[in-house]
């Protein structure tokens, strides 16, 4: 029996029935791992020993009749930009590439007491914007055609998902970097509501609008991962206090009666022709179903994109301000052409992007009082295709409309789920937390550049990058 496209759930049913073992699972797909990711390139780093040594100790806990969750000897693979202890976490870059975590992000945490079976860590674009050719470790590639990207920055979970690796991995997203590879891998990933998962201690990108959260086959697996990984964290600051609902429960309510809001406007113009009649065929089965599709105007892409670029930018410069000024040879062309005109942003753009993100926010919780859901495309286009000669994509039109199509909801910080089939993004309102960030969300105190210069790391040497309070 092959494990490599089981989903978590199937994974769970089949343990129930002692038909698949954790150590069986963990096994073949180590061996498919070994067997093909020389091309694709998904993991910077496998950990078969530890894998196999967790997923001992689940089967042994499962065959006593005990199981702590829903991801108990279920293998998943974590984004090299969060930090695991004792196990190099380099964000795919020279700057980090000795640094070693003393202690586990609070995600790890819990997926460890969760009995999840830790694979490896997966290759991203350099500190989460890319992708560059010239890193110590080449860019994932996409599984349905090797010559082509796999979205990103969340590379290697949207690979390693999609080519069977492992069934569930825990990327970032700031502006699209789940949605990106879940789109143009035909998998599921779920940008989950600001605060709803803890940052600590992982490397940040944008301190006020970055999210973690998972990358499965389907909507199933993702409520089950997000059951596990969900929950307050006193030590992150953007982490918001309110009780996690049982996700999975919440798969069973019928759709009949469920009002959608279409924002078609924003794919009307510049998509790929194919995504138009998907997404009209998966609304027709929608409203099949039951579901009431009504069309809603909401601001243009440009502005969502000009708000979040300019948030972004500023907050990329203050990350990265002591490295580039002090190593910037070590830095990816592409981070490095990116991050330095952050240097110029004023305050007072700064300032008002903010209150602008503000405005978009609310346009959306408006419109969300009056639907369930708002749905429209997840991606205007294909995979790009890997070439490192390529133009930076950002400066590329179609692409550039691609990388906006997803800044839209990342603007408003509402949890934005994409789906395998029709290329579809779903915007809902999460009914247990605030619409609104609270201002302290604005100032997340984390340290910058605090790694050695071409040493490995000790408990003792150089504190996390992540987010994490005073």
Not at 133 to 141: E, I, N, Q, S, V
Not at 162 to 189: L, Q
Request: aromatic letters at 6%; proline letters at 9%.
């Amino acid at each position: 029996m092959d494990p490599a496209f089981f989903t978590i759930a199937e994974l769970n049913r089949l343990y129930d029935q002692r038909e698949l073992s954790p150590v069986e699972v963990a096994q073949a797909l180590l061996d498919r791992i070994g067997a093909y990711d020389g091309e694709l390139h998904s993991f910077i780093r496998v950990t078969p020993e530890m894998a196999l040594a967790e997923a001992r100790a689940a089967e042994q806990e499962l065959t006593a009749g005990r199981r702590r969750g829903p991801l108990y000897g279920v293998p998943y693979a974590l984004k090299d930009i969060i930090e695991t202890g004792g196990i190099p976490t380099t964000g795919h870059s020279k700057l980090c590439q000795d640094y070693v975590p003393a202690a586990d992000a609070h995600l790890v945490t819990l997926l460890r007491a969760g009995g999840a079976v830790l694979m490896g860590k997966l290759a991203t674009w350099e500190f989460a914007l890319g992708p560059s050719w010239d890193l110590p470790w080449p860019p994932a590639r996409n599984p349905w055609n090797f010559d082509t990207l796999p979205g990103g920055s969340s590379s290697g979970a949207g690979a390693a998902v999609a080519a069977g690796f492992v069934p569930g991995a825990v990327g970032t997203d700031t502006g699209g970097s789940i949605r990106g590879p879940a789109a143009v891998c035909g998998i599921a990933g779920l940008k989950p509501t600001y605060g709803r998962v803890s940052r600590r201690v992982v490397f940040p990108n944008t301190f006020t609008m970055d999210h973690c959260g998972p990358l499965t086959r389907g909507a199933e697996d993702i409520a089950l991962f997000l059951q596990v990984i969900a929950g307050f964290d006193p030590e992150d600051p953007g982490s918001e206090d309110t009780p996690v609902p049982d996700y999975a429960a919440a798969l069973s309510r019928r759709i009949e009666g469920l009002r959608l809001g279409l924002v078609e406007h924003w794919y009307a113009s510049g998509a790929h022709p194919d995504l138009m009649p998907a997404i009209s065929a998966a609304v027709e089965v929608l409203r099949g179903l039951g579901a009431v599709v009504e069309p809603v105007q909401l601001s243009s892409l440009r502005d969502y994109t000009d708000c979040k670029t300019t948030i972004s930018i500023a907050e990329l410069y203050a990350i990265h301000e002591r490295d580039l000024k002090t190593r910037p040879q070590d830095f990816g062309r592409i981070l490095r052409n990116r991050v330095l005109p952050g240097a110029l942003i004023r305050a007072e753009d700064y300032v008002q992007a903010l209150r602008w993100r503000t405005v978009l926010a609310r346009e959306q919780a408006l419109a969300l009082k009056r639907y369930d859901a708002l749905l429209t495309a997840g991606a205007l286009g294909g995979a790009d295709p890997a070439d490192p000669n390529r133009p930076d994509r950002l400066r590329q039109r179609a692409q550039h409309h691609d990388a906006v199509q997803r800044r839209r909801a990342a603007s408003a910080r509402h949890p934005v789920r994409v789906q395998p089939r029709g290329g579809a993004a779903v915007v809902v309102a999460d009914r247990h937390r605030p619409v609104f960030p609270r201002p302290r969300y604005y100032a997340s105190p984390m340290p910058i550049s605090r790694r050695p210069t071409g040493t490995a790391a000790t408990p003792t040497s150089p504190e996390p990058r992540g987010h994490h309070a005073n």
